[in-house]
Nanobody, 124 residues
Framework: QVQLVESGGGSVQAGGSLRLSCVAS????????MAWFRQAPGKEREGVAGIYIISSRTYYVDSVKGRFTISQDSAKNTVYLQMNSLKPEDTATYYC?????????????????WGQGTQVTVSS
């Protein structure tokens, strides 16, 4: 079992920055990919960024490329999401997720473990 705890959400003005953190505990070495998803009210959960634990290969949804950076600190079992140049459309609850299987990285159904979510609100 893997437990994921997110932090770092908040309210910022457009153009601002936030850094989200996700600390993993438990059977962490069973996971091969960790990702950040977001969900706005009335919308489906969307994959924002993913990172393979071993290779550190990263993936991003087109709407955040060049603005968001996913990274990991293996010693701390922590994955980060640095969000710069935030826009009002980035407003959502952001979730950290981990999985042991294989599938397209942005497929939420392929993830075994989820955090509780952290709210990000960007005002114009």
């Amino acid at each position: 079992q893997v437990q994921l705890v997110e932090s770092g959400g908040g309210s910022v003005q457009a153009g601002g920055s936030l850094r989200l953190s996700c600390v993993a505990s438990g059977y962490t070495y069973s996971s091969n990919l960790m990702a950040w998803f977001r969900q706005a009210p009335g919308k489906e959960r969307e994959g924002v960024a993913g990172i393979y634990i071993i290779s550190s290969r990263t993936y991003y949804v087109d709407s955040v490329k060049g603005r968001f950076t996913i990274s990991q600190d293996s010693a701390k079992n922590t994955v980060y999401l640095q969000m710069n140049s935030l826009k009002p459309e980035d407003t959502a609850t952001y979730y950290c997720a981990a999985r042991t299987g294989t599938a397209l990285w942005y497929s939420p159904g392929s993830y075994n473990y989820w955090g509780q979510g952290t709210q990000v609100t960007v005002s114009s």
